[in-house]
């Protein structure tokens, strides 16, 4: 189904409008980055990188309903529970965009600036807070929520510095906030009211391009890549995953907020692909219907679907007997001819 959406958006005959207008009929490189389901899923928002527009698109019939040009170089969007509003962030602009939505199109409402190179944002688990993180700036930037009339207001709080670049964020519970490294593999766990930093805890690996927190939010999900450091760059090596894997990592929540606890340790992995069917780049996951997961591999076609999740961990059992212990099916979408 996101396929076919991300094909409708992409697909187009006539030439881009320089004008700011309903972008619907408009060539040109769209790159979707975010999409958020809205009006109890008749609708889906969809942001671009590269065009710096926001599309709509109504779910009954799969048909792109407006697109109107809102930034440079949007990077996330989410939406404000309780409220029509959207937020969307400019990575080239280094603002952040509130949006007022309808049922036809969606407006700017707003313009705030942020620290540079926002990447992403978190909205808090009532709606109340706004979370951003700054990729080259390595900083959170928090807001306050106000609302009044189904319109909302945003007010600066805070600033965090972070000792990593950030890129993904995901709340955990009402109060706590977990941003993950862009490039290795440090986790930081942020009190959300303060604004404080209370631990950073690490994985072994780097290129952290998913995070979910399972549906009994006792566990958090993430993928990522491992580079054996010692392995020789050989194809046997590369072959048999040896010098690089692909992997899903859980991380138990109690253990990852616990600093006498290790969480690499209690958890587990799961290998992302297998070998001579490999992925490449793990990128986003998400749970599905009947507590399964879909992750997506960014640098192929496919997406693998994972079976029961919840398994109970043992937290005396060796942890090589713990990890790799899940296999899950390769989905894909076939290549047509361009004949």
Same mark, same amino acid.
């Given at each position: 189904?996101?396929?076919?959406?991300?094909?409708?958006?992409?697909?187009?005959?006539?030439?881009?409008?320089?004008?700011?207008?309903?972008?619907?009929?408009?060539? $040109?490189?769209?790159? =979707?980055?975010?999409?958020?389901?809205?009006?109890? %899923?008749?609708?889906?928002?969809?942001? $671009?990188?590269?065009?710096? #527009?926001?599309?709509?698109?109504?779910?009954? %019939?799969?048909?792109?309903?407006? @697109?109107?040009?809102?930034?440079?170089?949007?990077?996330?969007?989410?939406?404000?529970?309780?409220?029509?509003?959207?937020?969307?962030?400019?990575?080239?602009?280094?603002?952040?965009?509130?949006?007022?939505?309808?049922?036809?199109?969606?407006?700017?409402?707003?313009?705030? /600036?942020?620290?540079?190179?926002?990447?992403?944002?978190?909205?808090?688990?009532?709606?109340?807070?706004? #979370?951003?993180?700054?990729?080259?700036?390595?900083?959170?930037?928090?807001?306050?929520?106000?609302?009044?009339?189904?319109?909302?207001?945003?007010?600066?709080?805070?600033?965090? #510095?972070? =000792?990593?670049?950030?890129?993904?964020?995901?709340?955990?519970?009402?109060?706590?906030?977990?941003?993950?490294?862009?490039?290795?593999?440090?986790?930081?766990?942020?009190?959300? !009211?303060? %604004?404080?930093?209370?631990?950073?805890?690490?994985? =072994?690996?780097?290129?952290?391009?998913?995070?979910?927190?399972?549906?009994?939010?006792?566990?958090?999900?993430?993928?990522?890549?491992?580079? @054996?450091?010692?392995?020789?760059?050989?194809?046997?090596?590369? $072959?048999? %995953?040896?010098?690089? @894997?692909?992997?899903?990592?859980?991380?138990?929540?109690?253990?990852?907020?616990?600093?006498?606890?290790?969480?690499? #340790?209690?958890?587990?992995?799961?290998?992302?692909?297998?070998?001579?069917?490999?992925?490449?780049? /793990?990128?986003?996951?998400?749970?599905?219907?009947?507590?399964?997961?879909?992750?997506?591999?960014?640098?192929?076609?496919?997406?693998?679907?994972?079976?029961?999740?919840?398994?109970?961990?043992? /937290? $005396?059992?060796? !942890?090589?007997?713990?990890?790799?212990?899940?296999?899950?099916?390769?989905?894909?979408?076939?290549?047509?001819?361009?004949?």
């Amino acid at each position: 189904m996101r396929i076919a959406l991300f094909a409708l958006l992409l697909l187009s005959d006539v030439s881009l409008a320089e004008a700011d207008g309903d972008l619907r009929g408009a060539a $040109h490189f769209r790159r =979707p980055v975010a999409a958020v389901s809205l009006a109890d %899923g008749r609708l889906v928002a969809v942001a $671009h990188r590269d065009s710096g #527009s926001v599309s709509l698109i109504e779910t009954a %019939g799969w048909t792109v309903v407006s @697109e109107q040009r809102v930034g440079k170089q949007l990077a996330d969007l989410v939406a404000i529970p309780g409220s029509t509003s959207l937020l969307a962030v400019d990575a080239q602009a280094n603002e952040l965009i509130v949006l007022a939505r309808n049922e036809s199109e969606v407006t700017v409402q707003s313009r705030l /600036p942020v620290a540079q190179s926002p990447v992403s944002l978190a909205v808090g688990a009532e709606g109340r807070t706004v #979370s951003i993180a700054s990729l080259w700036a390595r900083r959170l930037t928090f807001f306050d929520v106000e609302s009044s009339n189904g319109s909302i207001a945003l007010v600066k709080r805070s600033d965090l #510095s972070l =000792p990593f670049a950030p890129r993904l964020q995901c709340v955990l519970d009402d109060r706590r906030l977990v941003v993950a490294d862009s490039f290795g593999g440090q986790l930081a766990i942020v009190d959300v !009211p303060s %604004g404080r930093l209370e631990a950073v805890r690490e994985i =072994p690996g780097h290129n952290i391009r998913g995070l979910a927190l399972s549906p009994n939010k006792r566990d958090l999900y993430l993928t990522h890549q491992f580079l @054996e450091q010692y392995a020789p760059t050989t194809y046997d090596s590369i $072959h048999w %995953g040896n010098l690089m @894997e692909n992997l899903i990592r859980v991380l138990p929540i109690d253990a990852l907020l616990n600093p006498e606890l290790d969480p690499v #340790s209690m958890g587990r992995a799961m290998p992302f692909g297998t070998t001579g069917d490999g992925a490449g780049d /793990p990128a986003g996951l998400a749970f599905i219907a009947n507590d399964r997961m879909i992750a997506v591999s960014s640098g192929t076609d496919r997406a693998q679907t994972f079976p029961t999740l919840h398994l109970a961990v043992d /937290p $005396h059992r060796p !942890p090589a007997d713990r990890g790799h212990r899940h296999s899950g099916t390769w989905l894909h979408r076939r290549r047509q001819s361009a004949g």
